[in-house]
């Protein structure tokens, strides 16, 4: 496994991904933001023998992280990896000195919050729909 900084060619194949995963999926443009011109933007790419398996996303705000996206394919999930990409958000973290990661969840994700609770997270308030 490896994980890297995501670059331009891999836009098309995060877009399946997102489709795969998610009713409202990030679109090409909002990807394409994210990876040249949002300066606190990283996403960071899960690789097995050059196919993508997963992904993360994260704005480095100054004193926080703010994770952006998460997504494992399907045929993948269940396997750790999205515990291993939550792990290497949170070394980055770490390494800004910052104290805080932030995320929102949909409250009908299950999977999502299962993983997130794992990593050590706690639900610190719920938004109306």
Same mark, same amino acid.
């Given at each position: 496994?490896l994980?890297r900084?995501?670059?331009c060619?891999?836009i098309?194949?995060?877009? #399946?991904?997102?489709? #795969? +995963? $998610?009713?409202?999926?990030?679109?090409?443009?909002?990807?394409?933001?994210?990876?040249?011109?949002?300066? $606190?933007?990283?996403?960071?790419?899960?690789?097995?023998?050059?196919?993508?398996v997963?992904?993360?996303g994260?704005?480095? +705000?100054?004193?926080?992280?703010?994770?952006?996206t998460?997504?494992?394919r399907?045929?993948y999930?269940?396997?750790?990896?999205?515990?291993l990409?939550?792990?290497?958000?949170e070394?980055?973290?770490?390494?800004?000195?910052?104290?805080?990661?932030n +995320?929102?969840?949909r409250?009908?994700?299950?999977?999502a919050?299962?993983?997130y609770?794992?990593c050590? $997270?706690?639900i610190?308030?719920?938004?109306k729909?």
């Amino acid at each position: 496994m490896l994980i890297r900084k995501m670059e331009c060619l891999d836009i098309d194949k995060i877009v #399946e991904i997102e489709k #795969e +995963l $998610f009713t409202s999926p990030w679109d090409k443009d909002a990807l394409y933001y994210e990876v040249e011109k949002n300066a $606190f933007s990283t996403i960071l790419i899960l690789e097995n023998n050059d196919e993508i398996v997963g992904y993360i996303g994260m704005w480095l +705000l100054g004193d926080q992280t703010q994770i952006t996206t998460l997504g494992i394919r399907k045929m993948y999930q269940g396997r750790g990896y999205g515990k291993l990409l939550m792990d290497k958000c949170e070394e980055i973290t770490k390494m800004q000195g910052y104290p805080n990661i932030n +995320l929102e969840v949909r409250v009908s994700n299950e999977k999502a919050i299962s993983l997130y609770k794992k990593c050590g $997270f706690k639900i610190v308030a719920t938004r109306k729909n």
